[in-house]
């Protein structure tokens, strides 16, 4: 079997950044090379082709022109040697990298198709990069490989030294058996739960037990498929066992099903008529205005993110959005967010722990999941957050969430028996075996190559020409309902959708990526971009036009019936029978005990020698901190524009050099109506009371998306908790602590949490240590903005406005960036001293824009990490004017011990605003009369300088804007991998190429 | 099917994988043209369709995934499948083509732009990569370049907000390093003077070159999105009062519309 090998290269005259990137990583780890690189885009073809197609397939379609070259070869078994395909670079070092077999590979398939485009049909391509590398030969043997793992990620790829691949790729496994029957009725508890290990079915003996008395039951023992079905439905990531069971907290609390009598039972207690379907369908559902809903759903997917970050942060970001296009009779997604929690990324290679990538690398391919995914399918991505810490080394979080706009007459779906079952969209492979099981294990140093199987790279474009498909066809009313293959592919979404009335499916009408599936795989594979549709069979017809038109593949699957059984089979063959009622409501309640204990306090006051340091100096580095500091080199990368709805921009000011807080979406621009989306979290805190970081939360999210002109009364919020191990009961202790201390403030916010979800063994072990995360809780805030044209800005307008700050400061620098820097945690962080008292400043902070014509409050910036002198900073920094603050006159300067503390506390509730001055005594008045507090703390300067004069009066400190912006700029501006100890910094050009003027 | 209520008759093509198809058609209703979207299989089985239409419109996004290259597939397909008809709605009819962004990359890989001398399809130039190596998405300043555009007024400074990772203009050997009179918009400074220095000039094209016009002066193809920045809201600056109440790409469309609707 040989093949054709077409090899592109970039021209010597133009710049190459895939040669760029290498050179930067040879040059990184200490390995000189003696001349230019060449980077190679390769393809594969068949060797059946005459030579003359195979050169004008490179020459009409792989090859640019203008700005490449193109070498063409043939392969055969073993993988031929490579001599001197590239004659200038005869002599070079050969390093290749590709997809191992049966890794999705869109560019593959699309060049198949587009070889048809030239008349030239073909079966199947390939593809590959390499790179040609001026390398001592003496020095190959040890560096090759070690250039190899930074290109690469051996998940998914394979390399190869100074050779052609090969041939095409050939997938493909043994069909095995198609029945296989698991003896349980007659196993002991150890050979269950070795059953529940080797099968990577992540289930508890409690539940091995259950399975083993219904089969006991019905007399016979389960098939292979019966057992994955029940392990992908039972899955912690589906049924949420530890926080919907029962949990009994020590000293406290039992509950019966903790979140129906938290979180949800905050919703129930407040029960706005606005909130439409929540915790039922797969996102939120909120009315907008009379026409249209507004859905929302925010997801993790830490671990896959934590071996293969690029596939994994972007099939995320396609899961999330498919969550999106299944809610109602699916939505259209509007924008996206993503927060990303790693460890620091400056910190030194020999700290690794054995089995996990660098932070640098993490957030550097977490970035580029984001953007490969969410770019081409034409969502933009509007806001987000970076946190670091120690902690996030080997589970490094990542929440991706989705908002979708929904006409209400869709809000609900219903499956009726007789309508069929049928998937659309990409194809069915051994990818994504095991996820929704693999995301309830602990990491260890191994998990890189136990669940290779878990990992899938996403195909955006299959995606959106599904979304395409699917909004025509729900316009024209071809199906009754609609959900996504997510978690447990096919398992979980038929089952889920048939589980009032009945199902039976024939797996043989799955469409294959590749033959060799066994028949359970095809029916747990979390394969991406697949929707699961029950489609009215009078409907079916025009239910296929529609996809056909959109090129989007699809397939009748089953039935969905009336006999409450899930039926499946395979070329007659049948594989499993399952009631629904056991499968959905069979689950043993899991009972976990809890037990809070408060941290040993840390010494408060720091030792005064702190207090006498540089306070520029101390500003810069809480600036510089990668909590705090500018994110722009991610948000540059992420196409916030497209769709056109962009309202408030992720940077503002005539210069775009200020950040904003929440993003503000202009979906109605005729009706000068849309809606803010924020988000709250502050890891830190949890080191000392998770009650402290979950209220933080919930404040800065809302408060976030009242600092854009959110309506708070209209505020639905989502909470996303990310844990450690909870069969701890000092884990899910901290975790009740924290929810009891979110839920009571979302009581008094009048913020119903609309959609959640949890991930709740974020653990890595190393050898016999095992480091667990802090608890997170991100909370999501999204709440219309009646008034686009009221909006306050992220940056000062107008020199000589007075500028405000709304909200009490108290001594709480516990866990603040501050203390950070001084090496402290402290042991009083921020705490909702009076929640009604801020819901009250925020609806004041709304309402009082609502009945002026002018745009009261001109620019504006919630106060959390780094406290009142970062914000002040963050006003000043997308501006040409400065600001003079003075701390004595800020509300509560009588609370703190010195100015550090006024200036650094990180207290809740507090916004600074710059306020319009012919409507200042308005302003003052309105809050005054409502006894909320609101005072007058600086004004708007002509110069770009921050100046702060200390609570006795004294000039604090008088610093220009750019020394602050450079500091707050410099730690993220080339990127995270710059930010590696040791690491060169990247190249700017290849010495090949020859680049006149032109360079930046 | 165009009457004078409705103004010109404005295709805007779908291809899978495009993603600005939506608001694209929205800003060219608004500017008063007739818009309709077309997906572009329908166009390559009934190519006719063109004739009864005055504008034509690629809009921006990943058409085909940008697999192999950025708009590479697309262009392939229409330079195989639309060629003649291309050429006649533009030589013959009169038509005016737009390509924004990845329409921009198709449209000077089927060879439609700069198409020097009016001669037969053939690329003369290209987009590749970012000298960032990456994407990047901001607003830039634009100048209209004193060229053969025929209806962008020479010398105005537009302010549209850019979003792509191939958007480094390379002229070939029949174009003049500057692009000449094929220049539509150049990336400039806070001065209006063309740069090379990043972030003003977001891709390191050479001669700061953001658009080109063939020599008709009405097929169009430029990296910035007007469609990105025809309503008020859409400016970085609004609603504070320094944000143009009427926005760059709102005039852009009109005056592309204004310019088809003439005979």
Redesign the interface.
């Known amino acids: 079997m040989t093949a054709w090998v077409v090899e592109i290269g970039v021209r010597s005259a133009?710049?190459d950044?895939q040669a760029?990137?290498c050179r930067g990583i040879c040059e990184d780890l200490g390995f000189s090379l003696e001349g230019p690189v060449l980077a190679i885009r390769g393809f594969l073809l068949p060797g059946e082709l005459e030579e003359a197609e195979v050169r004008r397939a490179a020459r009409?379609?792989?090859a640019?022109?203008?700005?490449e070259r193109f070498r063409i070869a043939r392969t055969g078994a073993g993988g031929s040697p490579e001599k001197g395909l590239w004659e200038e670079f005869e002599g070079h070092a050969r390093l290749l990298v590709q997809r191992k077999p049966g890794v999705m590979d869109?560019?593959a398939?699309?060049?198949r198709?587009?070889l048809g485009?030239?008349g030239i049909e073909v079966e199947e391509t390939g593809t590959y990069r390499a790179w040609l590398l001026p390398l001592a030969e003496g020095k190959r043997a040890e560096a090759l490989p070690r250039i190899a793992r930074r290109l690469s990620n051996d998940v998914i790829e394979e390399v190869l030294f100074d050779r052609l691949p090969a041939g095409l790729p050939h997938p493909g496994g043994e069909t095995s058996e198609l029945r296989v029957e698991v003896p349980i009725r007659e196993a002991d508890d150890e050979e269950l739960m070795r059953l529940s290990s080797e099968g990577c079915l992540s289930l508890d003996l409690g539940e091995m037990r259950t399975i083993q008395g219904h089969f006991r039951e019905l007399g016979r023992e389960p098939s292979s498929t019966e057992l994955e079905t029940l392990a992908q439905t039972w899955s912690e990531h589906c049924k949420h066992k530890t926080l919907a069971g029962r949990i009994e907290m020590e000293g406290g609390k039992t509950y019966e099903n903790f979140l129906k009598e938290t979180v949800f039972g905050v919703t129930k207690r407040l029960d706005p008529d606005w909130c439409v379907s929540v915790f039922s369908d797969n996102a939120g559902i909120v009315e907008f205005d009379g026409e249209d809903c507004l859905c929302i759903k925010v997801e993790t997917h830490n671990h896959p993110s934590a071996i293969e970050p690029f596939g994994g942060a972007g099939t995320g970001v396609g899961g999330v959005i498919r969550d999106i296009l299944g809610t109602g009779l699916g939505a259209k997604p509007l924008c996206n967010l993503d927060v990303f929690c790693v460890a620091p990324p400056d910190m030194a290679p020999e700290e690794l722990p054995a089995g996990t990538l660098h932070p640098a690398r993490i957030l550097d391919q977490i970035t580029?999941g984001v953007?490969d995914y969410g770019?081409?399918?034409?969502i933009p991505t509007v806001t987000g957050a970076v946190h670091t810490d120690p902690a996030f080394v080997g589970n490094p979080l990542v929440y991706v969430g989705t908002v979708g706009i929904l006409p209400k007459r869709m809000a609900h779906k219903k499956v009726s028996p007789g309508d069929l079952v049928v998937v659309a969209g990409g194809r069915t492979g051994r990818d994504g075996i095991h996820g929704a099981t693999f995301s309830s294990v602990e990491l260890h140093e191994e998990s890189e190559t136990v669940s290779s199987g878990a990992v899938q790279i996403g195909?955006?474009?299959t995606e959106?020409?599904l979304l395409?498909a699917l909004l025509e066809a729900r316009d024209l009313g071809l199906y009754s309902a609609i959900t996504d293959c997510g978690a447990g592919g096919l398992s979980s979404a038929v089952g889920e959708m048939g589980e009032d009335c009945g199902a039976r499916v024939e797996l043989e009408t799955v469409p294959l990526k590749y033959e060799g599936l066994t028949p359970t795989e095809i029916w747990i594979s979390e394969a991406q971009e697949r929707m699961v549709f029950a489609v009215p069979p009078e409907k079916w017809e025009a239910f296929s036009k529609v996809f056909e038109?959109?090129?989007v593949e699809y397939a009748l699957l089953g039935t969905f019936t009336d006999t409450g059984r899930l039926e499946i089979s395979y070329k007659g063959t049948p594989l499993c029978d399952l009631s629904m009622a056991f499968l959905h409501d069979g689950v043993p309640k899991r009972v976990r005990r809890a037990r809070y204990q408060a941290p040993e306090p840390k010494e408060e006051t720091p030792p005064a020698e702190l207090q006498a340091g540089d306070l520029g100096q101390d500003l810069k580095a809480i600036l510089a901190d990668f909590n705090v500091c500018s994110r722009e080199w991610i948000?540059?990368?992420?196409?916030?524009?497209?769709?056109?709805h962009?309202?408030a921009?992720p940077?503002?000011?005539?210069r775009?050099k200020g950040p904003g807080d929440a993003a503000v979406l202009?979906v109605k621009?005729d009706k000068n109506l849309?809606f803010a989306l924020g988000t709250g979290l502050n890891p830190r805190y949890s080191w000392i009371d998770p009650a402290s970081m979950a209220e933080a939360a919930l404040d800065e999210a809302v408060r976030n998306v009242v600092v854009r002109g959110g309506n708070p009364t209209r505020c639905a919020v989502l909470d996303n908790y990310c844990w450690g191990n909870t069969e701890k009961p000092e884990q899910l202790g901290a975790l009740v602590r924290a929810t009891e201390a979110l839920c009571e403030a979302a009581l008094h916010y009048r913020t119903p949490f609309v959609s959640g979800k949890d991930s709740l063994n974020n653990e890595f072990r190393v050898g016999d240590r095992t480091i667990s995360i802090p608890g997170c809780l991100l909370v999501t805030a999204m709440a219309p903005v009646p008034a686009?044209?009221?909006?306050p800005?992220g940056a000062l307008?107008r020199p000589g406005s007075p500028v405000y700050l709304l909200g009490t400061t108290y001594a709480e620098l516990g866990g603040s960036a501050y203390y950070k820097q001084k090496g402290l945690l402290g042991s009083n962080p921020p705490r909702l001293r009076d929640p009604g008292l801020l819901q009250a400043q925020y609806a004041a902070f709304f309402e009082l824009t609502q009945i002026h014509e002018e745009?009261v409050w001109?620019a504006a910036h919630d106060l959390s990490e780094g406290g009142l002198a970062v914000a002040a900073a963050e006003l000043c920094f997308g501006s040409p004017y400065g600001l003079l603050l003075d701390l004595g006159s800020i509300p509560g300067a009588e609370n703190c011990a010195d100015d550090f503390e006024a200036l650094f506390s990180e207290s809740l509730g507090r916004i600074l605003v710059e306020v319009h001055p012919e409507l200042e005594e308005a302003a003052l008045k309105w809050m005054e009369g409502l006894d909320l507090p609101f005072q007058k703390v600086g004004e708007v300067l002509d110069e770009p300088r921050l100046q702060i004069d200390g609570i006795q009066g004294d000039l604090l400190l008088d610093i220009p804007i750019s020394e602050l912006r450079e500091a707050w700029q410099a730690p993220l501006a080339r990127g995270p991998l710059a930010c590696v100890p040791g690491s060169a910094p990247p190249p700017t050009s290849e010495p090949t190429s020859d680049q006149g003027?032109?360079?930046? | 099917m165009s009457n004078a209520t409705k103004g010109p008759k404005a295709l805007v093509l779908q291809a899978p994988g495009t993603n600005c198809d939506l608001e694209s058609r929205d800003a060219l209703r608004r500017a008063g043209a007739d818009a309709e979207l077309v997906p572009v299989q329908d166009l390559f089985a009934e190519p006719e369709r063109l004739l009864r239409a005055r504008i034509l419109m690629f809009p921006g996004g990943f058409a085909h995934g940008d697999d192999i290259a950025s708009a590479r597939i697309l262009a392939n397909q229409c330079r195989l499948r639309l060629g003649d008809s291309l050429l006649r709605f533009v030589d013959q009819e009169g038509g005016y083509v737009l390509g924004i962004c990845n329409g921009f990359q198709a449209l000077v890989k089927m060879g439609l732009l700069p198409r020097t001398g009016g001669g037969p399809l053939r690329q003369q130039a290209t987009l590749t990569h970012n000298d960032s190596g990456h994407y990047e998405c901001r607003w830039v300043r634009l100048k209209i370049e004193q060229g053969n555009c025929a209806f962008l007024p020479e010398g105005e400074v537009f302010e549209l907000p850019i979003g792509h990772g191939e958007g480094k203009f390379i002229p070939g050997p029949d174009l003049p390093e500057d692009g000449g009179s094929y220049t539509a918009l150049r990336y400039v400074d806070d001065e209006g003077n063309p740069t090379q220095s990043f972030p003003a000039n977001p891709n390191g094209s050479l001669a700061a070159i953001a658009g080109m016009c063939d020599e008709t002066g009405r097929v169009l193809g430029m990296m910035p999105h007007p469609d990105r920045a025809y309503l008020p809201p859409h400016h970085p600056l609004w609603p504070s009062p320094e944000a143009p109440s009427d926005p760059s790409g709102a005039r852009f469309f009109r005056l592309l519309v204004e310019a088809a609707a003439k005979p």
């Open positions: 133009y710049p950044p760029r990137l009409e379609l792989f640019d022109p203008i700005s869109p560019v398939r699309s060049a198709a587009a485009d030239l580029a953007r770019n081409p399918i034409g195909d955006p474009i959106k020409k395409d038109h959109h090129e948000i540059r990368q992420y196409d916030h524009e497209v769709q056109a962009s309202g921009k940077f503002s000011g005539p775009q202009a621009p849309g686009l044209d009221k909006v800005g307008e745009r001109t003027g032109n360079r930046r």
